[in-house]
């Protein structure tokens, strides 16, 4: 019987670009603007690539941006 992988306490700068990059891929901005996914994924990226962050912690990912990035994000 597997166990459930615990709940991650950050999300990888790394992840939050990959999951970015895979949104806009399959819905390229129009006319200069995001799709919603990207626009919320891209509203914790960009700050944390800005900062140089390695991750962001998950309690200050707002929950809008949460659920887009699971949307977009690699899953094994």
């Known amino acids: 019987m597997s166990t459930p992988s615990p709940t991650p306490v950050a999300i990888d700068e790394r992840a939050l670009y ?3 990059d895979r949104c806009m891929r399959a819905n390229p ?8 996914d ?3 994924i ?3 990226w960009a700050p ?3 900062a140089r962050e390695a991750a962001v912690p ?9 659920e887009a990035f699971r949307r977009w994000a ?3």
């Open 38 to 40: 990207a626009s919320l």
């Open 58 to 66: 998950i309690e200050l990912v707002p929950a809008a941006s949460l």
């Open 42 to 44: 891209a509203d914790v």
């Open 74 to 76: 690699l899953t094994s």
């Open 29 to 36: 901005p129009v006319n200069y603007a995001l799709h919603r």
């Open 18 to 20: 990959t999951a970015l």
């Open 48 to 50: 944390a690539f800005l």
